[in-house]
């Protein structure tokens, strides 16, 4: 039996790549039973390195056999959710449409992710994360005053704009069914979650607090109380210093007593004393100023390489990441006090629980 909040809920993931396995992994984290659907493989295990595919179980069905057809609308009566990430069209070609997927279980969330969306003039081009954040505003919000917008990783579209609100769509409208509800679709555009997650933003703009110039803004590296600064060893260090106590302590820290510093708001001095603050990180190490701002409310920290975060006191401390199979990854979250999330199982190859799945599916015939 399954751990975790979800303990009980059922999803059909369709195989893809990017945000639906990611999503999958998530609602798997959080207890949920999700079975994959791979074409059909030889049934050998995973690799343990492929940490997105962790959780789930795998069932080989080839979707052009009308018969493996059947059984996936089968696995999609019994199903809570269902996730897929073809271009419009695709599903619905294979006969396992809304349409039809919603007539065999009424009561089903139905997750669809896409770059574009299912209607709109891009909706059948191709794409990746850089060019869906890039129609929202946000990409061009990112970057070196004097130079190009910088990719965000691929985090902004395809994990918070895409994989995050599938997530919260699907577990919506599955709370919206055992309220009483329908089934329905739940059409997820990463362009359209990047723009959600740019909100605070547009508000900004509205307010004149906010320029479509890069690098001149409080929180996008115009400000010299909130960037990232290198240090002797050329090691990086993060400051957020916005609030005025907080901003009082780095001063304090740092050493910065002249009166220059007390114009923190004024954006015409930012410029200059974002200069002489890369001046005064670079006389010491990374180390030497966590000793100084660690743990104060400067709100400090020190930049991370992927190989340092695990080992970091903080993350060890909670718990953050975790070892399987020598393979270091993020650990379940969020918290949960009572149903606490778990790593339900390894990485699965492509159709290595088939028969098992049927099974506890109480697929018979199959």
């Known amino acids: 039996m399954s751990q975790g909040p979800l303990s009980g809920v059922k999803i059909v993931e369709f195989a893809g790549i990017g945000p639906g396995p990611f999503c999958g992994m998530l609602l798997s984290d959080l207890g949920a039973d999700v079975i994959r659907i791979d074409?059909?493989?030889?049934?050998?295990?995973?690799?343990?390195?492929?940490?997105?595919?962790?959780?789930?179980?795998?069932?080989?069905?080839?979707?052009?056999d009308p018969a493996d057809v059947e059984v996936a609308l089968k696995l999609i009566?019994?199903?809570?959710?269902?996730?897929?990430?073809?271009?419009?069209?695709?599903?619905?070609?294979?006969?396992?449409?809304p349409d039809v997927a919603l007539k065999r279980n009424p009561k089903l969330a139905y997750g669809r992710m896409t770059g574009w969306g299912q209607t709109g003039a891009l909706s059948q081009a191709a794409g990746h994360d850089l060019n869906y954040i890039?129609?929202?505003?946000?990409?061009?919000?990112?970057?070196?005053?004097?130079?190009?917008?910088?990719?965000?990783?691929?985090?902004?579209?395809?994990?918070?704009?895409?994989?995050?609100?599938?997530?919260?769509?699907?577990?919506?409208?599955?709370?919206?069914?055992?309220?009483?509800?329908?089934?329905?679709?739940?059409?997820v555009a990463m362009s359209d979650g990047a723009a959600s997650l740019a909100t605070m933003f547009y508000g900004m703009k509205a307010m004149g607090i906010w320029t479509d110039e890069r690098e001149a803004?409080?929180?996008?590296?115009g400000a010299h109380f909130y960037d990232t600064y290198e240090t002797k060893d050329g090691k990086w260090v993060a400051i957020g210093s916005i609030e005025p106590q907080?901003?009082?302590?780095?001063?304090?820290?740092?050493?910065?007593?002249?009166?220059?510093?007390?114009?923190?708001?004024?954006?015409?001095?930012?410029?200059?004393?974002?200069?002489?603050?890369?001046?005064?990180?670079?006389?010491?190490?990374?180390?030497?100023?966590c000793a100084i701002m660690e743990g104060t409310d400067i709100c400090?920290?020190?930049?991370?390489?992927?190989?340092?975060?695990?080992?970091?006191?903080?993350?060890?401390?909670?718990?953050t990441f975790v070892e399987i199979e020598g393979v270091v990854q993020p650990a379940p979250a969020p918290r949960f006090s009572a149903t606490p999330g778990a790593i339900q199982r390894r990485p699965a190859g492509p159709g290595e629980h088939t028969a098992e799945i049927l099974k506890d599916w109480g697929i018979a015939g199959a």
């Open 217 to 221: 803004n409080m929180l996008d590296g």
């Open 300 to 319: 400090f920290a020190p930049v991370l390489s992927m190989t340092e975060a695990p080992k970091y006191k903080h993350n060890t401390d909670r718990g």
């Open 246 to 289: 907080f901003y009082a302590i780095l001063r304090e820290k740092a050493g910065l007593s002249g009166a220059e510093w007390d114009a923190q708001m004024d954006k015409s001095k930012w410029p200059g004393l974002k200069q002489k603050l890369m001046d005064v990180f670079k006389t010491k190490s990374r180390d030497e100023w």
């Open 77 to 97: 009566e019994k199903a809570d959710g269902l996730i897929e990430g073809f271009r419009p069209g695709v599903m619905e070609r294979n006969g396992l449409g």
């Open 39 to 64: 074409r059909p493989g030889d049934g050998r295990p995973g690799r343990a390195a492929d940490v997105m595919s962790r959780g789930r179980r795998s069932i080989g069905l080839n979707l052009k």
């Open 134 to 187: 890039a129609i929202t505003g946000a990409l061009h919000a990112m970057g070196d005053g004097d130079g190009r917008p910088r990719p965000p990783l691929n985090l902004v579209g395809d994990y918070g704009g895409g994989a995050l609100y599938l997530a919260m769509g699907l577990l919506a409208a599955i709370l919206n069914v055992k309220n009483g509800g329908k089934g329905q679709v739940v059409d």
